[in-house]
């Protein structure tokens, strides 16, 4: 139990960040009921129809499957109700769902129309053979899904909408050049404890530092969201927010945001990058960075290799702190009240759905 009041809370205990027990709960407890970002509507582009993909592959290793009907795009599992067969390994273009395995056919939509030699099986088909369905949502193009009922994710967006809504995200484009993925030797929490604070701001990111005016850095949590403000220097870049912002006349680098529990979204002048921070293992993380850019001018001028260093700069204190929690004189640490308010919210969130 993390205690409400941030100026009493202890941190999570080490032993958090190394049980593999609690690890292997967090799949069902706190992954599972969550929303995962799985890309944009750019992968239609190319005029397929069926798109699969492994949610969280090498940890929850969900097969799903986006699929494009008449009453548009639904997810659906892509795991055959005879013998639990996947059935589409590559994106592209069919007018049915058929089983490689046996030959079961379903509709795009996941209902199951046909399965050779079944004429004498009895009370056949029952809802279970058909495919499981998942929440969907689109948020300017960005495609959101739900394996079971999660937190209320509109509601969140609509927050996002409110700072970043006057820009046009639906016509940012992703840069793949600039967009990598990371391997963290650390905890997956970790990293989210890292990303929650800019207290480490001065010590760690010392060319970010010079580009923020730290002191008015704003920290403000939702229910199951975190947003950080970066003011820019005097000399820095900002958004040049429109007259009816509730944020007009202020110097704004960028806004952070975090959404429980994996999940980064970092908007910026010249466009977002997206974070997803993604569990390989109790000491092994990967964290993929996917670029849009919408000002191409703003972003060559020397963004992407300012944000490798910031997070070479992450990885470096993430990876030394979980190495650290091995110690025998460690147990738990205090918040800052002032600084580290949305580590004490990802915590507590973990502490509620783990039952910690």
Known sequence: MIHGDIRQAETLPSDFYQDLEIFNRSKDKVFVPSWQWIGTDEIWQSGI??????????????PILLSQTDAGVRCISNVCTHRGNIMIHHPG????????????RFGLEGKMEHMPEFEEAQDFPRACDH???????????????????????????EIMDRKVGFLPISDF????????DFLVHAHWALYCDNYLEGFHIPFVHHDLNAQLDYG??????YEHMTLQIGYSSDS??????????????????A???????????????WGLQVNVVKPLGLNRTRVSFITYVYEEERFADGVE???????????????????????RYYKTGRFSPKRESGVHHFHRLLAKYLGY
């Open 131 to 157: 495919l499981p369905q998942f929440d969907l949502m689109d948020w300017h193009g960005h495609q959101f899904v739900n394996l079971q009922d999660g937190f209320d994710l509109r509601a969140m967006l």
């Open 49 to 62: 129809n069926l798109y699969p993909l492994y949610l969280l592959e090498h940890f929850l290793d969900e």
């Open 216 to 221: 008015s850095y704003s920290t403000h949590e």
């Open 255 to 269: 806004y952070y945001f975090w959404l429980w529990p994996n999940m980064m979204f970092n908007f910026y002048p």
């Open 93 to 104: 273009k069919s007018r049915r769902i058929v089983c490689g395995y046996h030959g079961r």
């Open 305 to 327: 290799a300012a944000s490798d260093k910031v997070e070479r700069e992450d990885e470096f204190v993430v990876e030394n702190v979980h190495r650290g929690l091995k110690s």
């Open 236 to 253: 820095g870049d900002c958004f040049e927010l429109p007259m009816d912002h509730e944020d007009h006349g202020k110097r704004i680098l």
């Open 173 to 180: 484009r992703h840069n793949p050049a600039s967009s990598k």
